[in-house]
């Protein structure tokens, strides 16, 4: 792609429009999040990333964040793609914001092609992607070994913010946040191919 700094990834072609709506530390709440998609879809967005979750422990219902969930419905109106990561739980209940009806949900798996055993699940689980780390417990499923040590990914980032050019691949890395923009890199591949009508 001939920035001599990177590599490849699954959409090369594609612009991003990083929106931040976590702190340092990836705290966040509601109201900014809600505005964060709002912002993007008002300014050309065509697909919108969400690796970040609500604990289902602490946010049961759509109710609970009206806000999100009124934004990503407006992304949805005005015809932009949400994808969301299910969260990190270990339940079969997917995190919101994934859990809204007009978000694609990405669980995670593993290296064997196993569900992470870390991923949420369940009802409502739109998709899986690639998100590292050990297969869950499933005896009748011949691709997961509970008892393999598996590797996480390796996804380049920056090494070392503020500076922008120090790219690197730290390794341990987990999660369906680490599937979910494998799913939204995939969903603006698709709407780059035309094969979709309006």
């Known amino acids: 792609t001939n ?30 999040i809600a505005r ?24 049961g219902s759509a109710s609970d964040i009206p806000d999100v969930v009124n934004a990503i419905n407006f992304a949805h ?6 994808v969301a990561a299910s969260g990190n739980d ?12 007009q978000a694609i949900s990405v ?5 064997d092609r196993c569900i992470a055993d870390y991923s949420n699940g369940g009802s409502g689980l739109d998709l899986v992607a690639p998100g590292g780390g050990d297969d869950a417990f499933l ?10 040590n598996l590797p996480g990914i390796y996804q380049m980032t920056l090494t070392d913010p503020p500076h922008w050019n120090q790219f690197g691949y730290p390794g341990g890395v987990i999660g369906t946040s680490m599937s979910s923009p494998e799913v939204a890199a995939t969903a603006a591949l698709v709407i780059a191919s035309g094969v979709l009508g309006p």
Do not use: K, W
């Open 107 to 111: 669980g995670a798996t593993t290296r």
């Open 90 to 101: 270990q339940t079969n209940t997917i995190a919101y914001p994934a859990r809204a009806r």
């Open 3 to 32: 920035n001599t700094i990177g590599l490849t990834g699954l959409a090369y072609g594609a612009s991003i429009m990083p929106v931040r709506v976590l702190d340092a530390s990836g705290e966040g709440d509601e109201l900014t």
């Open 139 to 148: 005896p009748a499923d011949p691709r997961c070994n509970q008892d393999r």
């Open 36 to 59: 964060g998609i709002r912002y993007a879809v008002t300014h050309g967005a065509q697909v919108i990333n969400l690796s970040l979750e609500f604990p289902p422990s602490q946010v």
């Open 77 to 82: 109106a005005q015809r932009v793609v949400v």
